[in-house]
T-cell receptor
Framework: DARVTQTPRHKVTEMGQEVTMRCQPI?????VFWYRQTMMQGLELLAYFRNRAPLDDSGMPKDRFSAEMPDATLATLKIQPSEPRDSAVYFC????????????FGPGTRLTVL | AQSVSQHNHHVILSEAASLELGCNYSYGGTVNLFWYVQYPGQHLQLLLKYFSGDPLVKGIKGFEAEFIKSKFSFNLRKPSVQWSDTAEYFC???????????FGGGTRVLVKP
């Protein structure tokens, strides 16, 4: 049963610390998405990659957030330095462009910045 | 640019009641349409999707949705809800040119036992 995995599932950190979240897309999927979900803003697309190249990162605060795909099996989202307003659930999703363009979501990383 | 609007933010209903959640989108071209569900504390899961063909789409768990092109709508329905349908429901759309999804704001559904 192929699924997207994310680590860590929960992260509590202090303001100013660096946070790295990891995502393993479903094998064979070449598109990876990072979303942030908060009560106030709902589900926001931060960035997405195709074939490891960033296609759109316009939703991401550039000064503190960075997203990379070191290889086809790993995507990372880094926040440095973290701030309390970054507290949210961060979801990774993967997909493969085709007829349905469906995205498969991971379980999320719940981040709390104190 | 694509946009998706879900007019109901919260819905409360009793078991066995019928459910209909509204979704309207704006996009000038051919679209793929999706409904995702997020159960409490869980990730988003696909309920159903529309690509082409029959505008009435059947999904999992007894859900269905109807694509009405003239109204730019893709409303979700279930004839008889269960307590386990308590969740947040998201409508999403993407243009056929790529697979970037635009999500609506979500509708929280609470089904009272």
């Amino acid at each position: 049963d192929a699924r997207v995995t994310q680590t860590p599932r929960h992260k509590v950190t202090e303001m100013g610390q660096e946070v790295t979240m990891r995502c393993q897309p479903i094998l064979g999927h070449n598109t990876v998405f990072w979303y942030r979900q908060t009560m106030m803003q709902g589900l926001e697309l931060l960035a997405y990659f195709r074939n490891r190249a960033p296609l759109d990162d316009s939703g991401m605060p550039k000064d503190r957030f960075s997203a990379e795909m070191p290889d086809a099996t790993l995507a990372t989202l880094k926040i440095q330095p973290s701030e309390p307003r970054d507290s949210a659930v961060y979801f990774c999703a993967s997909g493969f462009p085709g007829i349905y363009n469906e995205q498969f979501f991971g379980p999320g990383t719940r981040l709390t910045v104190l | 640019a694509q946009s998706v609007s879900q007019h109901n933010h919260h819905v409360i209903l009793s078991e066995a009641a019928s459910l209909e959640l509204g979704c309207n989108y704006s996009y000038g071209g051919t679209v793929n349409l999706f409904w995702y569900v997020q159960y409490p504390g869980q990730h988003l899961q696909l309920l159903l999707k529309y690509f082409s063909g029959d505008p009435l789409v059947k999904g999992i768990k007894g859900f269905e949705a109807e694509f009405i092109k003239s109204k730019f709508s893709f409303n979700l329905r279930k004839p008889s809800v269960q307590w386990s349908d308590t969740a947040e429901y998201f409508c999403a759309v993407n243009g056929a040119a790529g697979n970037k999804l635009t999500f609506g704001g979500g509708t929280r559904v609470l089904v009272k036992p």
